[in-house]
């Protein structure tokens, strides 16, 4: 059974960084897919990084290209995302996912979730 834990989160002031962690344990094969979501009280979740073994480089949403870098340390079965020029909508409680086995949606949502931790960007 995998298992992601997200860690990171927290309150910066608009312009500021965090670098968040989701560290994946419980399964020794490799990933089809690892992506970030966010979800905004009141709003629907987003996806905001991803990225697919069918293509080395990550994607992101227009709302963060440029702000946002998605990295990986395979070696410690670790995803990031670096968030850099923070700004208040992207307050929101940030989740980490991944697919293993069959893919089993487009944008690595149909897999395994992680607890999510929360960003807030404060003007």
């Known amino acids: 059974q995998v298992r992601l834990v997200e860690s990171g989160g927290g309150s910066v002031q608009t312009g500021g960084s965090l670098r968040l962690s989701c560290a994946a344990s419980g399964y020794t094969a490799s990933s089809n897919c690892m992506g970030w979501f966010r979800q905004a009280p009141g709003k629907e979740r987003e996806g905001v990084a991803g990225?697919?073994?069918?293509?080395?480089?990550?994607l992101y949403n227009a709302a963060v290209n440029g702000r946002f870098a998605l990295s990986l340390d395979d070696a410690e079965n670790t995803m990031y995302l670096q968030m850099n020029e923070l700004k208040p909508e992207d307050t929101a409680m940030y989740y980490c996912?991944?697919?293993?086995?069959?893919?089993?949606?487009?944008?690595?949502?149909?897999?395994?979730w992680g607890q999510g931790t929360q960003v807030t960007v404060s003007s």
């Open positions: 996912a991944a697919e293993y086995g069959p893919p089993r949606s487009v944008d690595c949502s149909g897999g395994t």
């Open positions: 990225i697919f073994t069918s293509n080395p480089t990550a």
